[in-house]
């Protein structure tokens, strides 16, 4: 199993939905998780961190499942601006140790 | 935004020639790490720098190596270029090594497009 899965999508959605997509992650010494958002040709940039059962910045949620070691990301009144490449990354202890997940991409539609 | 970039953007060169690339922050960040992405594959660690003239390689090494002299510039040099290390390299730097989430959080650069013909 990897360290890390995510559906590589696209997920096509119109503006105004919500959506939400999921990472798997194996390592369950996983203690907290990284969300980065990836615009095409771009570099990625952190979107929200996650060191406990959640976190919730305005259209964003996202809720960690330890029991079945899976982290959810919902977008909620998706806009055209969130699409991009949406990365997980579970933290196990130093930076030289994230393991990154190939990404799942979202494309909101007029 | 952070002040990292790297350099140069982009490049095309030619198998068996040597290629670096550099990138420079103005955080005063103490560690500092090289990333190549591909299709697939997602972020790869190559290489990562704990302090000047401390680094240690990542996760696929083979073919790179790395020099920090000072505490703003780590370089990546690939001796001698193959068409398999055509890829997309990204710097990161981080404020700090210590077992705390919020201090391991990465700032990227804007990224280096290599192609190797």
């Known amino acids: ?110 | 935004d952070a002040g990292i970039t790297q350099s140069p953007r982009h490049k095309v060169t030619e198998t068996g020639t040597p290629v670096t690339l550099r990138c420079h922050q103005t955080e005063n960040h103490r560690y500092m790490y090289w990333y190549r992405q591909d299709p697939g594959h997602g972020l790869r660690l190559i290489h990562y720098s704990y302090g000047v003239k401390d680094t240690d390689k990542g996760e696929v090494s083979d073919g790179y190596s790395v020099s920090r002299s000072k505490t703003e510039d780590f370089l990546l040099t690939l001796e001698s270029a193959t068409s398999s290390q055509t890829s997309v390299y990204f710097c990161a730097i981080s404020e700090s090594g210590v077992e705390d989430p919020g201090a391991n959080v990465l700032t990227f650069g804007a990224g280096s497009r290599l192609t190797v013909l």
Do not use: H
């Open chain 1, 1 to 110: 199993r990897k360290e890390v899965e995510q559906d590589p999508g696209p997920f096509n959605v119109p503006e105004g939905a919500t959506v939400a997509f999921n990472c798997t992650y194996s390592n369950s010494a996983s203690q907290s998780f990284f969300w980065y958002r990836q615009d095409c040709r771009k570099e990625p940039k952190l979107l929200m961190s996650v060191y406990s059962s959640g976190n919730e910045d305005g259209r964003f949620t996202a809720q960690l499942n330890r029991a079945s070691q899976y982290i959810s990301l919902l977008i909620r009144d998706s806009k055209l601006s969130d699409s991009a490449t949406y990365l997980c990354v579970p933290y196990t202890g130093g930076g030289n140790k994230l393991t990154f997940g190939t990404g799942t991409q979202l494309k909101v539609e007029l």
